[in-house]
């Protein structure tokens, strides 16, 4: 048996779990075995990213002792797409040039 354990975190609370496994378990299965879906109902088995120490890992990737797996929350918005907004959102504000992108250089910002 092997020793690994399973966290999962919100923003305000986290859990985690340690658990026994066999030699040869997959990442999916150290978490169903691990009970953390029973007490976070919030997690959906059906749509599980997991990663162990920080890493995306596939589900059946198999787990060594000591591993931390980590159960990760869907993005609420797409990264690129929110940093287009705030690009798009600095140019019509004037904080950003519709050239370059870059901030304006007025002529009095020049040495």
């Keep these: 048996m092997i020793k690994v354990e399973v966290v999962f975190a919100l923003p305000d609370s986290a859990t985690s779990l340690s658990v026994d496994v066999p030699e040869g378990t997959s990442v999916e299965q150290a978490v169903l075995q691990s009970g953390i879906l029973e007490k976070c109902p919030e997690i959906d088995a059906n749509d599980l990213t997991l990663g162990i120490w920080n890493r995306t890992v596939k589900l059946q990737q ?50």
């Design 62 to 111: 198999v787990v060594s002792d000591g591993d931390r797996i980590e159960i990760y929350r869907p993005l609420i918005a797409d990264p690129k797409e929110a940093r287009r907004r705030r690009a798009e959102k600095a140019k019509e504000e004037g904080r950003a040039s519709k050239v370059t992108g870059g901030r304006p250089v007025s002529l009095g910002d020049k040495e």
